[in-house]
């Protein structure tokens, strides 16, 4: 591209204290290397050039240090048994991002083994039986049958072995293309592969230099298939014009072939413009939905007149004018005394209030005071974050973010319950929101100022939900909907990293860092069980206490799951040894000599530290009592043995 079209838009380099990603530089760089540069536009790649080189001398110690978290964390990770026994599994689809699908449902589960029958709903034939690896046929297979939308796998994720892992929650071995065979080091190949990719992502800019990428929305879907549309919980109102647009952030639009098959969901954004009916007809290439890529409305659900509450110029307003357009505009500002919440009453006839929206710091008001409003219409429009140009350097902190399971900064507030959402009063410079259940239970959240809702009052939401906007906070998710929900999640978001700098990770890998990472809990209620409230424990060695009081007839332990970040996770492993040798030396040690543990050398490091042979490949201890016996002495033993039997006989 640089040899032949025009070099482009350039990255400016960063001088912001705020650390806002790099802006463009407004003149772009018209020749090609072919044709040669101006001095100008010499000068303009320059920026690119040195960027490179100061870049890939920094990134390259974080990418190193965080393999060596990865390493530390799974190192004790070996594949100890054939098969664990367990029955669960993970349901895997294909992996969509919108409605393109980034990987088919068959590369996904190749080398996986199966956790139950796989049944092609075609012909009614078996295509993998339960317990049996996914081939390559088997996974072309699934693919061609084009109905098939989920198949559940074993992982090492729902693996109940008591140490490392077993093979068949693992599967395939990459490296050979066959099952893994006991005693493989799979941690250590997990934590390779995912931060070797580090190294080469970080020199990634390098090799762009600086040449500044957009990551172009489409604002527009449209039917890819002949079928007819359902909604589902899609909350939607009807314009003036006759068009629908939707004023609900859940709900989908639902695409289904002749035979009444739903082939494709699509999820339109809160403000899009439906071009369909529900239940109506489509052809290829109707348009669907349509929506603005660059703006968040706030749209109006009822018609009446519009009324500005605690909206005051140069107080809570101010005048700006657009870049684009050059119209001058009224934006919300914040309060400086926490005061005055700015929102806009929608007022019926009569003069009753029918509807309160309240309005985010930034956000553009496109009424006025006063003024009668229908249905749909919007009231202001606030901008969206427009796609940055992204590096790896917001890569890898990234990466780096998910395995530590830090609490994201501006992290949005989630619903802990299913509930309809109220509005309370101001409390600290807060809002207010409350979410109330059916069955009366309450919950109560604050909200910063000029936090842009996601709700508004009398929706209903579900536990989980997002109640503002930002990233969800890892141990939210935990608590509230699960650990298979924290599991997806963290897979997918950092296969999402990777897959933006063209790079393929098998999932495996991932999950077996995210078990780490869930290996513990802790207990809130002991029963009678040695551990103690508030204490973190192994799952495995919860699990072999808890069969043990079970089987005695007792009260096993009540606990909650707990999310670790690699770092925390590696210093509260099992062994001490390994976890001196990692990070805080003298902080382990003294625990370990005050608390009188034993380190029972199960893991690598220790066992390299130490001088043994370590405990994977043929150095695993079943191997240990084998001796080697010569052939011919072999035949003789052989042969005498079967004379005793004959004697005895």
Not at 347 to 352: A, Y
Not at 576 to 584: D, T
Request: with cysteine; net charge negative; aromatic share 4%.
């Amino acid at each position: 591209r640089q040899l032949a079209g025009m070099r482009g838009l350039m990255a400016k380099p960063q001088k912001k204290i705020t650390g806002g990603l790099g802006e463009i530089i407004e003149s772009p760089v018209i020749h090609n290397f072919k044709e040669g540069l101006t001095v100008l536009e010499y000068f303009v790649s320059t920026h690119g050039a040195r960027k490179g080189l100061a870049d890939t001398a920094l990134k390259t110690a974080d990418a190193g240090y965080l393999t060596r978290r990865l390493v530390d964390v799974a190192q004790d990770v070996i594949v100890n048994i054939e098969d664990c026994g367990t029955v669960s599994g993970l349901e895997v689809g294909a992996l969509k991002e919108g409605e393109e699908v980034i990987e088919p449902l068959g590369d996904r589960v190749l080398g996986r083994v199966a956790t139950e029958d796989v049944i092609d709903p075609n012909t009614g034939d078996v295509v993998v039986r339960s317990g049996e690896e996914i081939t390559e046929e088997a996974a072309a297979a699934i693919e061609e049958s084009g109905r098939i939308e989920k198949v559940a796998i074993r992982s090492v994720l729902k693996c109940e072995a008591t140490r490392g892992i077993c093979g068949k929650c693992y599967g395939r071995n990459l490296a050979t293309g066959r099952m893994v065979e006991l005693g493989e080091a799979t941690g250590v190949i997990a934590a390779q592969s995912i931060g070797e990719p580090g190294t080469q992502l970080t020199l990634r800019t390098f090799h762009i230099g600086g040449v500044a990428g957009r990551i172009v929305e489409q604002s527009r879907i449209k039917s890819k298939l002949t079928g007819s549309v359902r909604f589902r919980e899609l909350e939607v109102v009807e314009r003036q014009n006759g068009s629908l647009v939707v004023v609900g952030h859940k709900g989908q639009i639902e695409v289904l072939d002749q035979d009444g098959k739903v082939r494709h969901r699509y999820s339109p954004p809160y403000g899009a413009t439906v071009d369909v009916k529900d239940l109506a007809p489509v052809t290829t290439g109707d348009d669907l939905f349509e929506w603005d890529t660059y703006n968040t409305p706030i749209l109006t659900e009822k018609p009446g007149t519009v009324r500005f509450v605690d909206i005051k110029e140069k107080v809570t307003v101010r005048d700006e004018v657009d870049e684009n357009t050059g119209l001058r505009l009224m934006v919300i500002v914040d309060d400086r005394e926490k005061v005055l919440q700015p929102h806009i009453d929608i007022v019926g006839s009569g003069g009753r209030r029918v509807a309160s929206y309240p309005l985010p710091t930034g956000a553009r008001l496109l009424v006025r005071d006063g003024q009668e409003v229908t249905a749909g219409e919007p009231l202001v429009k606030i901008r969206r974050e427009i796609s940055k140009t992204r590096d790896i350097t917001g890569g890898l902190p990234r990466v780096s973010e998910l395995f530590e399971a830090r609490k994201p900064k501006d992290a949005a507030t989630v619903s802990e319950i299913d509930g309809r959402v109220e509005f309370g009063g101001v409390s600290r410079g807060m809002k207010k929101l409350l979410v109330v259940s059916d069955a009366g239970d309450t919950r109560e959240y604050l909200i910063p100022q000029g936090k842009h809702m996601h709700v508004q009052e009398g929706d209903y939401v579900k536990a989980g939900d997002r109640l503002t906007e930002g990233p969800v906070n890892p141990h939210d998710t935990l608590k509230i909907k699960g650990i298979q929900a924290v599991q997806e999640y963290l897979v997918n978001e950092i296969q999402e990293v990777y897959r933006l700098q063209g790079v393929r990770i098998d999932d495996k890998h991932i999950e077996v860092i995210v078990r780490q990472m869930l290996q513990k809990v802790r207990i809130e209620d002991p029963g009678d069980t040695n551990f103690l409230e508030g204490e973190q424990v192994d799952k495995a060695l919860l699990r072999i206490e808890q069969r043990r009081v079970e089987a005695e007839g007792g009260q096993p332990a009540t606990y909650q799951p707990l999310l670790l970040g690699i770092t925390k996770a590696s210093l509260s492993t099992q062994s001490f040894i390994s976890s001196a040798s990692f990070q805080e030396t003298t902080r382990v040690l003294t625990e370990a000599s005050v608390l009188g543990m034993t380190d029972h050398l199960r893991g690598l490091k220790e066992n390299v530290i130490i001088g043994h042979l370590i405990p994977a490949g043929t150095g695993m201890s079943r191997y240990r009592g084998i001796e080697v016996v010569a052939e011919e002495e072999d035949e003789t033993e052989r042969a005498a043995g079967v004379e005793e039997e004959i004697k005895s006989a």
